[in-house]
């Protein structure tokens, strides 16, 4: 057995549970505490020790921990207003100058946090025996993390021979939180994304259910993961969600030319090596369009790349290389996230902003924390294959379903027309090209048996934009 103890100094946490602007995050996830160690790890001028990463590498290969922590009590967030201190102040003086910050501007934050019943927290793998090497190097690596979460979220953390007995399991039935969780090839991908400056990944999230509860919550998702990477459009072109295939065309040729391995892997092309299609789940690309309100107008503010939940370690790391070497300033060797369509420009960022429009929020086509089970298409869905009967239409789509991991749905409503407002008519969509000619394409109205979990892509054309759906509200 291996226990990893956590005692939170202050008797209170800090930390944004994800999805939200102002929720604290409790019982903490094992993919936050996972992090801190890897801080901790990388901490001092030096190079990491080569037993404590591999201590690390050990510990990511392990099954997701059970978890024993007390409730907790979430405190109201109060608005502060701090200076920016990565900007230039008014009076003219440089970022980080040595000076009080005096008239420079302050930026509205607020920090969620909660008040602990009990301030010990433990994950706990009880199948795991490491080695005396790897239980040493985990001491070592515990004992210099300092927080978990917010640098106010002091912590100690140690390894527990004897943890108390735990509160949540991993892939219970009776799913009551959906946490992070580490995974093989976590560390790799965290320092790649932090030599590229972009910031961690969610990670992967698995259900949990509580020991003494007693009802069943089951939730469906698909074989795509929900941590979309988002980027917004900064300037150019303002496309319509008509030319969805055209973008997702030039967002995917644009990372297999930046992508550091040539030619480029499978994930990006959706080809295997011999050149025929790729017969595993690759790399979405999705228009994110300014629909689902009275004052929608069907443009397309943004796109996201959704990978595939089995995608391998050094496949994520390649897909972040190749979006970071694509999006970096064109002066500085990059291609400045700049994608040339027929009619113009379009220049895209990575959307890391803290309170981003609501198509641009990866929740709004997600819902990880609020799964729904009524979901209508905002692009339409290309049928696999052509109707020839009555019927026919609904039976591909619940086929579809089937194919991307879903359950099949208790009933699929097939139109011309979306019930997303903003989301054009298929009829306006250019005709998906096959060897026999145009595919038929449908709006559809999906309701399931049970909550899902975004995002939802169908058809033959979902790797390309169509098939995109989003959840519908009641």
């Not at 800090?14 to 790890?41: C, I, K, N, Q």
């Not at 496309?239 to 892997?265: H, I, K, T």
């Not at 609501?358 to 869905?381: E, F, G, K």
Request: proline share 12%; aromatic share 6%.
């Amino acid at each position: 057995m291996l226990a990893v103890g956590l005692c939170y100094l202050t008797g209170r946490v800090y930390a944004v549970a994800p999805g939200t602007d102002s929720e604290p995050e409790w019982p903490p996830h094992p993919g936050r505490v996972f992090m801190a160690l890897v801080a901790a790890l990388n901490e001092g001028r030096g190079s990491p020790d080569p037993q404590e990463r591999a201590a690390l590498e050990w510990l990511e290969r392990l099954p997701p921990p059970s978890i024993c922590a007390a409730a907790a009590t979430p405190r109201q967030a109060v608005t502060a207003y701090v200076p920016v201190n990565d900007t230039p102040d008014p009076g003219g003086h440089p970022p980080f100058a040595p000076h009080i910050p005096i008239g420079r501007k302050r930026q509205a934050r607020s920090f969620a946090s909660a008040s602990l019943e009990d301030d010990l927290a433990f994950m706990v793998w009880p199948e795991a025996e490491p080695t005396p090497e790897v239980r040493r190097a985990l001491e070592a690596v515990c004992g210099r993390v300092t927080r978990v979460g917010h640098s106010a979220s002091l912590v100690q953390a140690w390894i527990e021979p004897s943890p108390p007995p735990v509160t949540l399991i991993p892939g219970s039935s009776r799913v009551t939180h959906r946490l992070r969780v580490a995974g093989p090839g976590r560390l790799a991908e965290l320092d790649a994304r932090f030599a590229a400056g972009l910031r961690p990944s969610p990670g992967r999230f698995v259900g949990y259910g509580s020991v003494a509860r007693e009802e069943a919550i089951a939730v469906a998702e698909s074989e795509f993961q929900d941590d979309l990477t988002v980027l917004r459009r900064v300037a150019g072109l303002t496309p319509a969600l008509e030319s969805s295939a055209v973008l997702a065309g030039a967002l995917r040729d644009a990372l297999m030319c930046w992508s550091p391995a040539q030619p480029a892997p499978e994930i990006l092309t959706g080809h295997s090596v011999g050149g025929g299609p790729s017969t595993q789940t690759h790399a979405a690309f999705l228009p994110l369009a300014n629909v689902g309100h009275g004052h929608a107008d069907g443009r397309v503010i943004g796109l996201a790349i959704a990978l595939p939940r089995a995608a391998t370690p050094d496949s994520r790391t390649t897909v972040a290389r190749a979006l970071s070497r694509w999006l970096a300033p064109a002066g500085e060797g990059g291609g400045g996230g700049e994608l040339r369509l027929r009619p113009g420009l379009v220049t895209f960022a990575l959307e890391d902003r803290s309170v981003p429009p609501r198509s641009l929020d990866p929740r709004t086509w997600t819902r990880p924390r609020d799964p729904a089970a009524r979901w209508s298409s905002v692009t339409p869905v290309v049928l696999d294959r052509y109707p020839k009967r009555p019927g026919d239409e609904e039976a591909i789509v619940r086929a579809a379903c089937l194919r991307i991991g879903l359950p099949e749905p208790l009933d699929v409503i097939v139109s011309d027309v979306s019930l997303i407002a903003g989301a054009p008519p298929g009829r306006r969509f250019p005709p998906f090209p096959s060897k026999r000619g145009p595919r038929p394409m449908r709006h559809v109205v999906l309701t399931f048996d049970r909550p899902v979990v975004g995002p939802i892509l169908l058809g033959a054309g979902r790797y390309q934009g169509y098939g995109l759906c989003c959840p519908l509200q009641g």
